[in-house]
């Protein structure tokens, strides 16, 4: 079983970044997924989910209006476009596929926002 997220980097304020969840060992559209993060000294924080078939989502305040998340079932990978970056979400992103049984997590992908 494997998560994998990509998509992470150096942004300026204002700017975006699309972020990537790939996985593979495992029924990917048996599950929900979601993004969290954790900023430097601060506990991990819900950002984003979706269901598993991607009829309905739910954001955090802090992201709604700003960033999409969203999934492609047959290639077996989730997303997470971020618009209008702000330096505090300067974080690392992690990416959760959970149902009634199983909760996995990737390893996370850095974004940092700042000029």
């Known amino acids: 079983v494997r998560l994998v997220e990509s998509g992470g980097g150096l942004v300026q304020p204002g700017g975006s970044l699309r972020l990537s969840c790939a996985a593979s060992?495992?029924?990917?559209?048996?599950?929900?997924m979601n993004w969290y993060r954790q900023a430097p000294g601060k506990e991990r924080e819900y950002v984003a989910s979706?269901?598993?078939?991607?009829?309905?989502?739910n954001y955090a305040d802090s992201v709604k209006g700003r960033f999409t998340i969203s999934r492609d079932n047959p290639k077996n990978t989730g997303y997470l476009q971020m618009n209008s970056l702000k330096p505090e979400d300067t974080a690392v992103y992690y990416c959760?596929?959970?149902?009634?049984?199983?909760?996995?997590w990737g390893r996370g992908t850095q974004v940092t926002v700042s000029s």
């Open positions: 959760n596929a959970r149902n009634s049984w199983f909760d996995y």
């Open positions: 979706i269901t598993s078939a991607g009829g309905s989502t």
């Open positions: 060992g495992f029924t990917f559209s048996r599950y929900a």
